[in-house]
């Protein structure tokens, strides 16, 4: 099945602990991508990657990290989370980027809670 | 900068009847793709439909089509004979020519079917 699978669905932690957040997909996509959900404020880009080794900042990037080492993973680092980065957040991938009819799928998403 | 305005923060229709929710867009982009997707309570995010700027017709996906009025710059949807698991949040979201590796999603609409 296609799919685009995040890990863990559910995160509790306290500021300053590092953590990751997987993402993985099975589609062969070359463009992945991280959002933040936050009520009223809709999804916000945080990261992206357009292939191996590529990627670039989004619209909200800051206290995040990411990595792009195989084309299947993308990874979401939280350095030293602080409460202001508790949100939703969703992994999507799609076939490529560009304007045309990419749709991008996305994963079941991570609720994270910084204490 | 690109932009994307939802005006409805929630709204209420009678089971099977029509309904239209509203979105506005900003781009200086001549090239750009307009998507919409659901996301019911459970979570996910579901890819809805798609409109491409140079598209011809409006777009259409069984009971949902896309009013596209690009001189107003809008892209409404609209979901004919509503029904109850139509209850859910939407969102609309542009990828522009110019920086099309990035997506903007508009702040959502929560739409809640009475039976």
């Known amino acids: 099945e296609a799919q685009v699978t995040q890990n863990p669905r559910y995160l509790i932690t306290v500021t300053g602990k590092k953590l990751t957040v997987t993402c993985s997909q099975n589609m062969n996509h070359e463009y992945m991508s991280w959002y933040r959900q936050d009520p009223g404020l809709g999804l916000r880009q945080i990261y992206y990657s357009m292939n191996v080794e590529v990627t670039d900042k989004g619209d909200v990037p800051e206290g995040y990290k990411v990595s792009r080492k195989e084309k299947r993973n993308f990874p979401l680092i939280l350095e030293s989370p602080s409460p202001n980065q508790t949100s939703l957040y969703f992994c999507?991938?799609?076939?490529?980027?560009?304007?045309?009819?990419?749709?991008?799928?996305f994963g079941a998403g991570t609720r994270l809670s910084v204490l | 900068a690109q932009k994307i305005t939802q005006t409805q923060p929630g709204m209420f229709v009678q089971e099977k009847e029509a309904v239209t929710l509203d979105c506005t867009y900003d781009t200086s982009d001549p090239s750009y793709g307009l998507f919409w997707y659901k996301q019911p309570s459970s979570g996910e995010m579901i890819f809805l439909i798609y409109q491409g700027s140079y598209d011809q017709q409006n777009a259409t996906e069984g009971r949902y089509s896309l009013n596209f009025q690009k001189a107003r710059k809008s892209a409404n949807l609209v979901i004919s004979a509503s029904q109850l698991g139509d209850s859910a949040m939407y969102f609309c979201a542009m990828r522009g020519y110019s920086s099309a590796s990035k997506i903007i999603f508009g702040s959502g609409t929560r739409l809640s079917i009475r039976p």
């Open positions: 999507a991938s799609s076939l490529s980027g560009g304007v045309s009819k990419n749709i991008q799928y």
